[in-house]
């Protein structure tokens, strides 16, 4: 039965945390040097120009969050005012937040900077809850989800830093720091909220149609031309242009691949439209930590044979064993999008990490791997850096994958145990993957057209 | 019943007007300097591309003007081709005639200069008829349309001309100029159409069904993502920066805002459509004429915050009680969406503009508020400006937005006495909403299938 | 009926030849130089950063790729899985390959050179076969159009070299080398597939329903709004700038003059929605070649408004004519939309190329006409081009047409002589236009609902 009340007090605290951010913004955040006028003797309108030089990247990257997150989860065909319009939520809140959290992180004179890298970061940490998001597609509550990501950008933030800033590890397109992370922080969210036994059957909503499925092609489009800018979009120098080759040939690779195993593996040799939403993505996060680097064009296509592959039969098998025995729902296979690809990336980075050497990088190395500044291909110290040397930050990269998994499952399994078992509401079974429960829905649909 | 013959008629009276545009193209319209080819002894490539600087911006404008306003409006369940259709006529022909009107306002030696910025004007000028279509959306031929939009286009851009060259307002977004003027030139030509008091009800074609809610927010989401480029294009030096964080977050607040007020003044505690549609939109509205002012961040987010929680409030109760009242239909609400935060950006503006001193703006005061250049805090006039005060500057600010109220009510109500009055062919209560009036539409649907 | 054997194999070939791709990757892509690690002591980070500068233009191109044509090809009511994933198969493999074909014709020392223009010039390339996978949608299998699609790119590779580097044509926007080609490569396949005689009706499923002509809207617009970026993302110098202005009036004028045209033609003067999907489109095709010439405003807006009515009268009377006719099936009808606009172009191009002085190009005449280059104004040769005159260039431009459409419809007489003849599958009639025969489609469609 339907609770309204419980509804209400959940809006009334998200609409307390918005005023909560108005004071914040006030007391804390700034505009950035370069966001303010210049002096009259000083005027340069060029060097605000360059300052803004990556906005276009940062304007794909509001389409994939928006439109792409959005769109690919409205395959469900009763929950399409959900997911086109708790992504828009969910969104509009993580931005402001991650502002503010990230600028918490690195404040100076007590203040936190705005800047237009501001907003990319924060559009970069508004995905991880909306993977999470779509492990949980139609199982929760909006107020569930949106008190979620506030938990869950809030640890993103500060896993994030661990990784980048205190291990060191490269991660230029997130696939350790945001994909990773948001997939299972997720998936133990799921885990938490699984289903009693005799209730592990597929909601009787839980489906597509044919329309759709259409609907959602909108976000794997979109996703799939954008990804190369969110890839690329921190990436410095030289790099920069590698995360878009590198990332646009994963990409490629990986659709081919998932198209054909796709067809391979199906029930009579026909294509799947999960497959071809998702799997053809994979490409994309496979290759993200180590976009940037020298992977060679080769590199590149094999990480998105590869990702292609397993993430079809990740769908394929993988995911109907967790739901058949461990009761793991996960509704959009983030599992098989966002988090074994970014294992494999992970993988990846540690596998390439071990073969560089200082002078593969030249001046980009203090970019890529500050870690290793000052490795002149002994052990030797010069320089700085900590001069790791290349085994080592393999090394690095492989216990940043780890930890990641861990803070993620860890907070994900908090998270979950809070929805669960505080005053949260849930949605009985029945309730699950329509838009109804939560939405004015047009009840006169077919009859008098 | 269908009478053909005006049909064509209005059609090829529209066929001339794009002939005449094709002569005063001829006569008037040349490329500007920076579009020629540079005589050998000055070659200089560079130059070049940074004039066309902004056209990443022209693009997301493109986006929002074409997919944008068009998809936004196909939430009609029988309307969706003359949603995407009309908006796609409209704007060409638009575009067109803007780059003209706009022109003759700035001829050089008898000719006009045709450059990026010309059609980046006319993009945005195409949205001011577009705005004025969705307050009507659905009762009107398009015949009528397209002849509206001719008029109120030229309108537009003698306001325009007024209001930021004569009075010298700031308007950076178009909030004053754009927005109001289209909301309440539209709303104008509706109260013109308005319908007899014995057919007062809503269509029986008005309304959404679930797929047209979900095409609609591919509109809503394009708008969203891409209003900082609507905003932010016309800002010049660091302004541009500012225009860009101001109004992500004034949107991403409005959002938040918007999700909440709409869950707890609806029926049952469920959130609207059409509130999430557009009221999200509200924060981009409200914060156009000041985005590149100093407001701060949290002057953008309180920004957001009231645009939000009007907007929802009168998309609840407002437009219902104007609909009884004064039997002004308002199809989209976009009293809501531009009219009534257009007017909150115009009072902000004021408050802020009575706050400034010089040393704020520094070398940006010439741009931003450029009748205050020789303003010392005194009324003494110096360096060649005006001289104006930060108070009178306010006072101009409302000035500027009711001289541009009077202007459109009064060019709207004479479109609507023409469009009604004159030979218009008017559309039948029964004929209002749906595509098949002036569209093939295939006739065996559903049935075969 | 349904044979899953041979779709089997089918697929195990494509993957082969993806595994093709690794190997040839491997062996001779390598990245540019600027594209790598500059050394310490020369650090700069600038170059890099202009060196990318096309990068928003390459991302509005994937956009049309993807979204723009997948979508655009959504309108057939059970074909929408195959239109936006075939589009999406298509193009992933076509990029590979293109990059490795383009690259073999401009080889430097022994090795391909990839760079951001390496994956711009394989977007484009990816235009020529989705062109005419439009003229056999629905009628091909996804085995038998990736196969062609090979075989295509590598023709339009050889045919490109020979019209630009040999012929030294001018082809800014492509409509000769690209739209000319995959239209009458399409059609000429499709006249080898023509169906026997006493099967030329349409076939059952061949049709629009409202929600997909709306998805179909979602391909045009973004074709509309990002089609400056294709004419112009290959221009250089302020080339460049008159592209985008010349794309932009051209593409405004032709969708005005497509509206006029398809109410005054149609039955009872109503709007045909085929017509608005793709005859709007056609300015954009019919201005490319010339794109970047000094056509003035009322050249283009001229040139739309021919591509407009010439596009809808196709539509309307010369298709029909060439399915009864001929037999000749052109599902998109990319006859009216690439083809005859492209030959539009090509003539246009004579004719502007005719009036040419060596004066009016300045610095850029080695850019847009180089063999033109040494011709002042006799037919005296100086400067080392070729010294071609104006009428010479003119009847180069003819030629370059001719020998394209030779090529074209000889590559695809062949390609769909070994489509039929050999073993691939083809589709019965009653197979045809449908998602069922390749896709897992949702049985249970609004039965439950």
């Not at 370069?34 to 060029?46: M, R, V, Y």
């Not at 779509?134 to 830093?161: D, H, K, W």
């Not at 496979?286 to 992977?295: E, H, I, M, Q, R």
């Not at 993620?408 to 309730?431: P, Q």
Request: aromatic share 10%.
């Amino acid at each position: 039965m339907h609770t309204p009340g419980s509804n209400v007090s959940g809006y009334i605290v998200l609409m307390i945390v918005q005023i909560i951010f108005l004071v914040l913004f006030w007391l804390f955040v700034r505009y950035e040097k370069a966001a303010l006028p210049a002096p009259i003797e000083a005027e340069d309108a060029g060097s605000a120009n360059e300052h803004v030089s990556k906005y276009p990247q940062f304007q794909d990257i509001q389409v994939m969050i928006f439109i792409g997150f959005g769109f690919l989860m409205t395959f469900l065909r009763k929950y399409g005012y959900s997911a086109t319009g708790y992504t828009l939520f969910m969104a509009a809140l993580v931005v402001q937040w991650a502002v503010l959290m990230k600028g918490f992180l690195h404040m100076e004179g007590g203040k936190i900077s705005l800047s237009l890298e501001s907003i990319i970061d924060a559009d970069i940490a508004a995905a991880v809850p909306l993977i999470s998001m779509g492990a949980l597609l139609g199982r929760t509550t909006p107020i569930q989800l949106l008190c979620m990501s506030i938990f869950e950008v809030a640890l993103f933030a500060a896993n994030e830093y661990l990784a980048l800033n205190v291990l060191s590890i490269c991660d230029c397109g997130g696939s350790i720091t945001v994909h990773a992370f948001g997939a299972y922080f997720g998936l133990a969210v799921a885990l938490m909220l699984r289903p009693a036994s005799d209730q592990n059957d597929a909601g009787k909503h839980e489906g597509a149609n044919y329309v759709s499925d259409i609907f959602a092609m909108i976000g794997t489009t979109f996703l799939w031309v954008y990804w190369p800018s969110f890839n690329s979009v921190l990436a410095e120098g030289s790099g920069g242009e590698r995360a878009i080759l590198n990332t646009f040939l994963s990409l490629a690779a990986a659709t081919v691949t998932t198209f054909v195993v796709s067809a391979l593996v199906s029930h009579e040799n026909k294509l799947d439209m999960v497959h071809v939403q998702n799997s053809t993505l994979a490409g994309g996060v496979a290759v993200g930590t180590v976009c940037n680097l020298l992977l060679g064009a080769h590199g590149a296509v094999l990480i998105g044979i590869i990702a292609g592959t397993v993430s079809v039969l990740g769908y394929r098998y993988l995911t109907p064993w967790l739901t058949r025995n461990l009761r793991l729902h996960d509704t959009c296979g983030v599992h098989n999008l966002h988090g074994m690809p970014a294992l494999i990336s992970a993988i990846a980075s540690a596998i390439v990490a071990s073969m560089v050497t200082p002078d593969d990088y030249q001046s980009e190395l203090q970019d890529i791997f500050p870690a290793m500044v000052g490795n002149n291909g002994t052990t030797t110290k010069i320089m700085g850096g900590l001069g790791r040397n290349a085994s080592s930050q393999a090394g690095y990269q492989l216990f940043g994958i780890a930890v990641t998994l861990l803070i993620a499952i860890g907070g994900g399994v908090l998270a979950g145990a809070v929805m669960k078992y505080t005053s949260f509401r849930n949605l009985a079974k029945d309730e699950q993957h329509q838009d109804e429960q939560y939405w004015e829905v047009p009840a006169v649909e077919n009859k008098e057209e």
